[in-house]
């Protein structure tokens, strides 16, 4: 599970900032919130179930989850799919200062996977690793298993730290493994896809365990068909936002076949119709429809793509939080309310707070503009964040705690007026951020 995530010098981000999912303890309230791994493990943090992030337009909200969301496919890609001396991807420094243009980006992640604590980080820019770190607290006190430096002064050569009595491998695959990390790689990924399983842990936790709602509907449909028991969970979850849904069907079909692709190919010229018909002849699509019942109570079937765009959101939804509730995994949303009503969103968000549900140490970290959400009754005070921009358009993080608040105080009427910042103002007929 998560304990932290930091970020530095990365497209609104200038400064160090760090979303902790560690449990204040001048928080009280809702302790069925709060996961007590340290009843458990002696000297681990309590971590919270959820984060809810609030920020005004462009005052950074996404580019912290696009951070999050960089370090874990740079981490899983950077071995796999890229050739030396190929630029780095989506990585952007911050750009209103002449100092941070020159300098890399840094991300780092503090979390828990099988019963060890594990301090991971790296630093980059567009065409190279500057360094790259490894600690790991295996029995409560932290162990560095290996950190490697650019040396500056000689071209993609760096210098190199291991610790020979927590890092155990043989000299020869030591040797190996650095030599396939490229400057433009890590050296966690080169290490576990040669053979290390000491670091697989870390490797498999950033892969596996940490997930961006997906834009398709792949995750929901895998979850269809391979866990059929969560069918019904799936068709329950679609249904809250069309309550007319009945049943579900996801098939196969020639994409020819497809209504959806004949109407687009109806507008096509006849020269590219035909091209196109020719290339996808042999070509699938999954199709999803939704049965309703009309009138005369005979079955209306539907294509998902007719349905509203709430419904859509709830189907595409249901897999993956069926999938990170059951495995303990971190879910992070960039607008979680796009298109679902307030309550639904409400519902979504206690699941993870519901510990008879949420089992297995799932997290759930949001960004939102839905003040309803801002609520005592839903969250405690360490779960709100904030997120807004400073006069030199640098991204600043905190959280709620960092205020006075009053037992009666309401969240939601104070953070519109203002008290709490993160929000947008007028002045003169124009947009200004405080």
Known sequence: MLIEFSVTNFRSIRDK??????????CKEHERHVMHLGRKMPKQPSTLTSAAIYGPNAGGKSNLLKALAFMRDFVVTSQQQMQIYEKIEDIEPFLFSRDTKAQPS???????????????????????VFSEWLI????????????????????????????????????????????????????????????????????AWLQKKVLQLPTSFFSTIKQWREQTTHNQKILDFTSSADPSIKNIEIDTVNVVNHQHFRKMLSKAPLA????????????????????????????????????????????????????????GSVLFVDELEKSIHPELVREI?????????????????????????????LFRRDQIWFIEKDQKNASNLYPL?????????????????????AVPYFEGGVFHHD
């Open 136 to 203: 790991a607290y295996p029995e409560g006190k932290p162990q560095q298993w290996f950190k490697r430096k650019l040396i500056v002064s000689k071209k993609d050569a760096y210098q190199w730290s291991f610790s020979p009595t927590n890092f155990k491998c043989g000299k020869i695959e030591l040797e190996s493994w650095k030599k396939n990390t490229r400057p433009n790689g890590l050296f966690l990924a080169a290490a576990v896809q040669n053979g290390n399983k000491q670091l697989l842990p870390v490797f």
């Open 17 to 26: 900032q760090t979303l902790s999912m560690i449990a204040s303890t001048s």
């Open 272 to 327: 590219i119709r035909e091209e196109i018909l020719k290339d996808q002849a042999n070509n699938k699509a999954i199709i999803i429809k939704c049965a309703h019942f009309d009138d005369d109570k005979q079955e209306v079937q539907l294509d998902i793509g007719d349905e509203s765009d709430g419904t859509q959101n709830m189907f595409r939804m249901a897999g993956p939080l069926l999938s990170v509730l059951d495995d």
């Open 349 to 377: 968000i206690t699941l993870f707070h519901n510990p008879a549900i949420n089992k297995n140490g799932a997290q759930l970290i949001f960004s939102t503009h839905d003040v309803s959400l801002l609520d005592k009754n």
């Open 401 to 421: 705690t960092d205020f006075q608040v009053r037992k009666e105080e309401i969240f939601s009427k104070n953070y519109l007026r203002g008290r709490y910042g």
């Open 106 to 128: 840094e991300f780092e992640v503090l979390f828990l996977e099988n019963d060890v604590r594990y301090r991971y980080g790296f630093s980059a820019d567009k065409d190279i």
